[in-house]
T-cell receptor
Framework: TQLLEQSPQFLSIQEGENLTVYCNSS?????LQWYRQEPGEGPVLLVT?????EVKKLKRLTFQFGDARKDSSLHITAAQTGDTGLYLC????????????FGAGTRLAVHP | NAGVTQTPKFQVLKTGQSMTLQCAQD?????MSWYRQDPGMGLRLIHY???????DQGEVPNGYNVSRSTTEDFPLRLLSAAPSQTSVYFC?????????????FGPGTRLTVT
């Protein structure tokens, strides 16, 4: 059983559509990170959220950390083909010394 | 600035063979770690190091050894390869062992054990 559940597993949409992916857990995290991974490459950090209820925006991407720090969401507005990739969330426990727990990811395909 | 480099990119081993996956970083990062990525399971931590001479086990350490003799290098050794170790392996580094720091990942090594 995954400690961090990501949904949906797969998402295929047209350019210009909006989408939201979710990262859920029954555990409380001190922070949560979102990474994007492209084929044949390692994950690259998009954002770190630390405070319950925190919202961070990165151009067309909006990240939210749940009030109880157990879940997070990533919303993409007007998706572009360049958004295609695997989106991973990773939770860090208090005193975790960078020992991240990763979800299995949401694979997003944006078609022209 | 090369960041985190990993070699080889691809490797095929027979069951029982041993090998070392190389990882190096040129950012003077204290913290380094190894993950494996399997379909449907995300990345799982194998071993990590908070500085030269210090290593510790992660979530899935069995069958793997590590050492950290320098700040730059963190090799991962497979002692006797098994088909269950077929995976993509990623090395990562971070400035310190403190919390909330970004991890910088290498490009990965795709290992197949037959």
């Amino acid at each position: 059983t995954q400690l961090l559940e990501q949904s949906p597993q797969f998402l295929s949409i047209q350019e210009g559509e909006n989408l939201t992916v979710y990262c859920n857990s029954s555990s409380v995290f001190s922070s949560l990170q979102w990474y994007r991974q492209e084929p044949g490459e390692g994950p690259v950090l998009l954002v770190t959220v630390v405070t319950g209820g925190e919202v961070k925006k990165l151009k067309r991407l909006t990240f939210q950390f749940g009030d109880a720090r157990k879940d997070s969401s990533l919303h993409i507005t007007a998706a572009q083909t360049g958004d295609t990739g695997l989106y991973l969330c990773a939770g860090e426990f208090s005193g975790g010394y960078n020992k991240l727990i990763f979800g299995a990811g949401t694979r997003l395909a944006v078609h022209p | 600035n090369a960041g985190v480099t990993q070699t080889p990119k691809f490797q095929v081993l027979k069951t029982g063979q041993s090998m070392t996956l190389q990882c190096a970083q040129d950012m003077n990062h204290e913290y380094m770690s190894w993950y494996r990525q399997d379909p449907g399971m995300g990345l799982r931590l194998i071993h990590y190091s908070v500085g030269a001479g210090i290593t510790d086990q992660g979530e899935v350490p069995n069958g793997y050894n590590v050492s950290r003799s320098t700040t730059e290098d963190f090799p991962l050794r497979l002692l006797s390869a098994a088909p269950s170790q077929t995976s993509v392996y990623f090395c990562a580094s971070s400035p310190t062992a403190g919390t909330h720091y970004e991890q910088y990942f290498g490009p990965g090594t795709r290992l197949t054990v037959t």
